[in-house]
């Protein structure tokens, strides 16, 4: 596996970690939130965007080392970003 899909599997899994977590104490009965709790989800998933950002860049940037990879990685993101702005 080469290293760009090796870290886009690393930022999935961690989007679905934040999303676990964030799921997982509203199904654990918690009648109130903490806004604390909330800031600092909303915080974790602003920042994976930016790294997710990050990495789509990168995946242009060094497409020379494998075009295929680097294509994919950059319209997986594309078409995610456009379904999120739907």
């Known amino acids: 596996m080469t ?3 090796l870290v886009l599997l690393l930022v999935v899994a961690a989007v679905a970690g934040v999303a ?3 799921l997982g ?3 654990a009965g918690q009648a109130t939130v903490d806004a604390e709790a909330v800031e600092a989800v909303r915080r974790e ?3 994976l965007r930016a790294l ?4 789509k860049d ?9 075009s295929t990879l680097a294509t994919i ?8 970003e456009r379904k999120e702005l739907e």
């Open 58 to 66: 990168t995946a242009w940037d060094h497409r020379e080392l494998d």
């Open 73 to 80: 990685i950059v319209d997986e993101i594309r078409t995610y």
């Open 25 to 27: 104490r509203g199904a």
């Open 45 to 47: 998933v602003l920042g």
């Open 3 to 5: 290293p760009i899909f």
């Open 20 to 22: 676990g977590y964030a």
């Open 52 to 55: 997710v950002g990050r990495i």
